[in-house]
């Protein structure tokens, strides 16, 4: 009789792990995904807080579970191959999270990611002397499985307008085109959220008196909250920015997510604060 008492406990105990086991969620099943740039360093228009924002998100990321990507000051090769092999290498992920802090400008309503060797003497050359944001959306778009989030901290002034480049050769050259402030607007992928430091023609405003910029700062922090969905996680930062800056920067996002996603998993497993 003990024999058999203790081998119904033993299958319950295995039926109750079992169980367990079922309910929680298996990292292995929901890779993360995420590449992560920070450029400062450049020729003209050099920025403090970029590469402390991508090492301490990249950090953050891979305490979360993330199987991260850290790439600082790219050159335009560099950056282009970046943005290739992350789109090869993330196919199979669940979530893919690409972050970027550095200059990014806007021609004739697109946007592009300066890489830090770029050297632009007019308008027209952006195209083919910058990570185009576009390309990469439809690239991350195109896969159909899992979700996008694209965070860009790039939205700072763009050091061309009105602004000399020191050419390799020793010359002084102005840049020519009256390039707009800010990024453009973009409609998110479905099932992808793009997430700017601040709104479509705004300026964000880098950080000298800190380590990390403004957005970075708040984000950090945020992205920490058991439980609280992605949506909440951005307007949460979008509040603190606006709050700390007087309402001067006011981050924003487009969105088409179609499914639930937190950074930090809440107290019963995935998703429930603020629902």
């Known amino acids: 009789m ?42 003209v228009g050099a920025l403090k807080n970029p590469v402390n924002d991508a090492q301490a998100v990249a950090a953050s990321l891979r305490a979360l579970g993330f199987d991260v990507t ?46 830090v060797d770029t050297e632009i003497r007019a308008e027209d050359e952006v195209a083919a002397k910058s990570g185009d944001l576009n390309e990469l ?45 800010g990024l453009a607007p973009v409609d998110a992928p479905l099932g992808s959220m793009v997430a700017f430091s601040t709104a479509p023609g705004g300026v964000a405003l880098d950080n000298p008196n800190e380590k990390n910029s403004l957005y970075t700062k708040h984000l950090l ?9 992605v949506e909440l996680v951005f307007k949460q930062v979008r509040l603190g920015v606006a709050r700390e800056t007087g309402r001067v920067q006011v981050p924003w996002e487009s969105s088409s997510l179609t499914g639930d996603f937190c950074f930090r998993q809440g107290p019963q497993g995935g998703c429930s604060a603020g629902r």
């Open 221 to 229: 922090a945020t992205m920490q909250s058991p439980g609280l969905p």
């Open 2 to 43: 003990q024999r058999v008492r203790r081998c119904l406990c033993a299958a319950a105990l295995l039926a109750w792990i079992g169980a367990a086991c079922a309910a929680a969620p298996a990292a292995a099943d929901e890779p993360r995904a995420a590449l992560v740039i920070g450029n400062s360093s450049y020729r």
């Open 70 to 115: 850290l790439r600082e000051n790219t050159t335009l090769r560099d950056m282009i191959e970046a943005f290739r092999q992350f789109s090869l290498s993330a196919r199979t992920a669940r979530v893919r999270v690409v972050f970027y802090a550095g200059h990014g400008v806007q021609v004739k309503g697109r946007n592009y990611l300066l890489p």
């Open 137 to 181: 959306l439809d690239r991350l778009g195109a896969m159909q499985h899992g979700i996008n989030i694209v965070i860009l901290d790039a939205c700072r002034n763009n050091p061309f307008s009105g602004a000399e480049i020191l050419g390799p050769d020793g010359r002084r050259l102005k840049f020519r085109g009256a390039t707009p402030a």
